[in-house]
């Protein structure tokens, strides 16, 4: 069964930084992609960092060269740092495969506000 597990949200002060973390089961997790996908409030749910097999990573535009993901194969988990947070990444933070999606997690809400 896949299963999917967000966790590290919380309230943070603009500028500070947070570490979530995605547990996945249910899949080898190794030989599988994985991304973290964002939804804001009244928007759509966005891609936001892509981790490859091979260990590639890819961003969008609006958190290149603040956010980091990376992967732990032994512990099946991924993981997103999010430094110099802003406002407008507050949002529930997701994770889940790619491209072939799995069920989705209950996601960790991230809120940055002063």
């Known amino acids: 069964q896949v299963q999917l597990v967000e966790s590290g949200g919380g309230l943070v002060q603009p500028g500070g930084s947070l570490r979530l973390s995605c547990a996945a089961s249910?899949?080898?997790?190794?030989?599988?992609?994985m991304r973290w996908y964002r939804q804001a409030p009244g928007k759509q749910r966005e891609s936001v960092a892509t981790?490859?097999?091979?260990?590639?990573?890819s961003y969008s535009d609006s958190v290149k060269g603040r956010f980091t993901i990376s992967r732990d194969n032994a512990k099946s988990t991924v993981y997103l740092q999010m430094n110099s947070l802003k406002p407008e990444d507050t949002a529930v933070y997701y994770c889940?495969?790619?491209?072939?999606?799995?069920?989705w997690g209950q996601g960790t809400q991230v809120t940055v506000s002063s």
């Open positions: 981790i490859f097999g091979g260990g590639s990573t």
């Open positions: 889940n495969y790619y491209p072939n999606l799995g069920p």
């Open positions: 249910g899949r080898i997790f190794s030989m599988n992609h």
